[in-house]
């Protein structure tokens, strides 16, 4: 057996904290509570219903995730966050119109007690949004000291022995790196002088890490994608990860693409729609929000196909993505995929797929694994960028210079690798040598 590595208990409660208390974060947080109370199942979510193959097939030793390593209990989780809305998580639930409300009043007392703490907002990066429930610091550093200290009142009032947090806000305006986010030193110095390339996302991210917290971003936003809090987060020991929780539409596309670049089928074009009516929707309906997010869902088809190593087969494929805002569909998003293939011959043929999905009831499962898994990294000392949770993440983050890895099935096999390395387990990498005479 391989050396374990040394983990830290998971006793004691643990905070998640979640910057953004919308449709995904209330149907996590109801979801969290409906499954501790036994009413429901954690249905999705890798950590409580996966199961990881450990040693030779013959052993057929297959526990859940949650029993094979040491992760927080459901019942020790408690929640907290920001909105610019200050509605209780009962009435944000309602709003949001995810779950019956049926299922939300067996669980209202809980629910209608967490109320979200006021947020760093700023209007010029989400301009759909008029929320007032936002703090009034006059720099940006000092909002980020605002935030710390909520964080420790948090902590405090809670007696939790540890927290993560994992932003759930909405998307923001489209941003590339500049120079304030190129080191620690400029960004502080930008915090200070309110420099306008660092949206709220980041100052969050920022006081996260300070405090220690584990950071995971589910929106497109640069966020902690920058060299500065990547180095902070290194130097500190605090894990982090990113970004934009991976459902829906490119959940599908990165099980869909594996398989035809598998078989060497060639893919001509890919057009891809979504009818979408929350709040969510109505955000990207501002193109500089949607351009955030055409940015994330776009990379995922060439980075698995690779076009230039293979233009025979995808050197012509045309990717179109695009989201409406069509308020009567709320929550339930319709997302068509048309695929143009070609096989023997180059002959044509076309895919279609019609995902009658729901954007939080995929999203929500993330959250929970997302922050249960960067919890034991954190008791297992690791810090800095963890590339194996990019199983999660629609545009996973990774060390600068290294390309992200979208195959689902990949990204599968690197999280249950590092759990098994984790545990000390032997890895499995299906090479089986008894073929070999
Ligand atoms: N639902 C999905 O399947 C899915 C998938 C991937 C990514 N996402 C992303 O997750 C995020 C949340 O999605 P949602 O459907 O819950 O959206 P939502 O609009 O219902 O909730 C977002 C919440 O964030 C709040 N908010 C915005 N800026 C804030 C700030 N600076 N501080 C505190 N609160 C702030 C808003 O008031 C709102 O209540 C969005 O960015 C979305 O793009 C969602």
Redesign the pocket.
């Known amino acids: 057996m391989a050396k374990k590595a040394k983990i830290k208990s998971a006793k004691g409660k643990l905070g998640v904290l979640l910057?953004?208390?919308?449709?995904?974060?209330?149907?996590f947080i109801a979801g969290v509570i409906a499954v501790r109370k036994g009413i429901s199942q954690p249905i999705g979510s890798y950590t409580q219903m996966g199961r990881i193959r450990l040693g030779k097939r013959t052993e057929a030793r297959s526990p859940k995730i949650k029993e094979f390593v040491p992760l927080t209990d459901l019942n020790d989780i408690v929640f907290g966050?920001?909105?610019?809305?200050k509605d209780n998580v009962y009435k944000?639930a309602v709003h949001?119109k995810v779950l019956d409300k049926d299922l939300l009043d067996q669980i209202k007392d809980e629910l209608k007690l967490i109320k979200?703490m006021k947020?760093?907002?700023?209007k010029n990066?989400?301009k759909r949004?008029d929320?007032k429930h936002?703090k009034k610091e006059k720099t940006k550093m000092d909002l980020a000291k605002a935030l710390m200290q909520d964080i420790k009142d948090f902590k405090k009032a809670n007696g939790c022995s540890r927290l993560v947090m994992v932003?759930?806000?909405?998307?923001?305006i489209y941003m590339e790196e500049a120079p304030c986010h190129r080191t620690i030193k400029a960004l502080e110095k930008g915090l200070r002088e309110n420099d306008e390339n660092i949206p709220?996302?980041m100052i969050?991210a920022y006081a996260a890490i300070k405090m220690g917290v584990p950071y995971a971003n589910?929106?497109?936003?640069l966020s902690a994608d920058i060299p500065a809090l990547v180095e902070l987060a290194k130097k500190s020991g605090v894990p982090i990860g990113g970004k934009?929780?991976?459902?829906?539409q490119t959940l599908m596309k990165t099980i869909l693409t594996p398989g035809f670049k598998a078989r060497s089928l060639g893919v001509n074009g890919w057009f891809s729609t979504n009818i979408l009516g929350?709040?969510?929707g109505?955000?990207?309906d501002d193109p500089d929000n949607f351009k955030t997010?055409e940015v994330s869902k776009l990379g995922v088809i060439e980075h698995i196909l690779k076009p230039k190593e293979n233009p025979e087969l995808y050197g012509n494929i045309y990717h179109k993505v695009r989201i409406n805002y069509y308020p009567p569909r709320g929550?339930n998003?319709e997302g068509w995929d048309n695929i143009d293939i070609a096989g023997w011959l180059g002959y044509p043929m076309q895919i279609k797929v019609d995902f009658l999905c729901r954007?939080?009831i995929?999203?929500a499962p993330?959250v929970l694994d997302l922050a249960l898994l960067l919890d034991l990294a954190s008791r297992s000392n690791l810090g800095g960028i963890q590339e194996w949770l990019g199983f999660f993440f629609?545009s996973p983050q990774t060390k600068k210079g290294l390309p992200p890895q979208h195959d689902l099935f990949k990204q599968l096999m690197k999280i249950n690798n590092t759990l098994r390395y984790l545990k000390g387990e032997e890895l499995i990498t299906h090479l089986g040598m008894d073929y070999y005479y």
């Open positions: 910057p953004g208390m919308g449709s995904v974060a209330t149907t966050g920001w909105d610019v809305y944000a949001a979200p947020a760093v907002f700023d990066y989400v949004l929320g936002i932003w759930c806000g909405s998307t923001e709220p996302s969050y589910g929106a497109p936003n934009d929780f991976k459902t829906g929350n709040r969510d109505a955000v990207l997010k929550d998003k954007d939080s995929l999203a993330i629609k």
